[in-house]
């Protein structure tokens, strides 16, 4: 057996036996398929997994974007816009920015633009299984809605800023209002290309009466959008998003009760399989990371790894104060801590 088949062997054994692990020590899903992954990671004989970063991006993010912006409510996201947008963006480019100004200072010879892309890399949170504990602890719906929508965007202004930090390394230059504009066009390509292909596919559906046909180009829809947008240099986050927020409106009169008995089961479970294979990926990338840092000395990684934790409490002291100050109400800042404290969880792990 080589060792690609052996690395889907133990994928497959893994995201079943942990995900029924799970449901016995009644522990989210998502912590302890990282945590599966972490120790399989030093299993003798387990091969070495290489998570491609274009690979998450064009297999895995599509389908689960679509997913979630199909099952979401327009008009409890609309009531949230508010709250939503600050966190999926406000709060990242702040995290983004932090990060980039620790790296430049502590990390000599660090341009701004790498910096910059840095920040990027590690300023969006994936809120997965911030929602599966919140769902079990009984938490309002209301604060899983935004901690949903904010997942929707975030991952697009991270992209879209790492995109533009990178673009400027390359160029050796880098100018903010042009950075802004490229931002601003990124967005709005990507929302344009979405509502195209949203209403292509749904105009298409609508004139099929096969349930196993329309599921099939419900799978599509993710990929039509997000890879063009993609390609023209748009958000195709965003254009994933916008076609399922499109598709998932015009739904009721696009399915038959029979297509959506069979699109609910069809898509909890794919959805399930791309998290639980992703999760336990990311658990199996720590003996790579650990070879790659094998230079550094074991105070100098914990060295950083407090002064990520530093910044993440001077954060929580801005907020606090802005909240003092009447720039925010007590529930956005609430919120917005709770997006540090899953990258604080992030640093324990």
């Known amino acids: 057996m080589g060792e690609p088949e052996l690395l889907l062997l133990v994928l497959m054994v893994a995201v079943g036996g942990l995900s029924v692990l799970a449901g016995v020590v009644r522990v989210p899903y998502p912590i302890l398929l990282v945590l599966g992954g972490l120790v399989l990671g030093f299993v003798p004989g387990v091969p ?28 409890d996201l609309r009531a949230d816009t508010r709250v939503i947008t600050l966190l999926a963006v406000g709060l990242v480019l702040a995290t983004m920015s932090a990060v980039a100004a620790v790296a430049h200072t502590l990390v000599g010879g660090l341009p ?29 719906r209301r604060l899983v809605t935004v901690l949903e929508g904010e997942s929707l965007v975030n991952d697009a202004t991270a992209l879209v800023a790492y995109r533009l930090a990178v673009g400027a390394v390359v160029a050796g230059s880098f100018t903010l209002w042009a950075a802004g504009v490229r931002f601003v066009a990124g967005a709005v390509g990507g929302v344009a290309i979405g509502l195209a292909v949203g209403w292509l596919l749904a105009e298409a559906r609508r004139r099929i009466e096969d349930p196993v046909v329309e599921i099939v180009l419900s799978v599509v829809t993710g990929y039509a959008a997000y890879l063009p947008a993609d390609r023209l240099g748009a958000s195709g986050v965003l254009a994933a998003v916008t076609a399922g927020l499109y598709v998932g409106w015009r739904a009721p009169e696009l399915a038959s009760p029979a297509t959506r008995l069979l699109g609910f ?63 925010i109400s007590s529930e956005v800042m609430h919120r917005i801590e709770r997006d540090l404290d899953l990258e604080d969880s992030r640093l324990e792990i």
């Open 48 to 75: 070495r997994a290489v998570l491609p970063p274009d690979l998450v991006l064009v297999l895995f993010l599509p389908p689960l974007l679509y997913q979630a912006a199909f099952f979401s409510s327009p008009r």
């Open 112 to 140: 701004w633009a790498a910096a910059f892309a840095l920040g990027a890399i590690v300023s969006p949170t994936d809120p997965l299984a911030a929602t599966a504990i919140a769902r079990r602890l009984g938490v309002p």
């Open 265 to 327: 089961s069809f898509w909890e479970v794919l959805v399930y399989l791309l998290n639980a294979v992703l999760f336990v990926l990311v658990g199996l990338q720590l003996r790579p990371i650990l070879s790659g840092v094998s230079g550094y000395s074991a105070a100098v990684l914990l060295g950083q790894a407090a002064l990520v934790r530093e910044l993440l409490e001077a954060q929580r002291r801005e907020i606090v104060r802005l909240r003092n100050q009447g720039a």
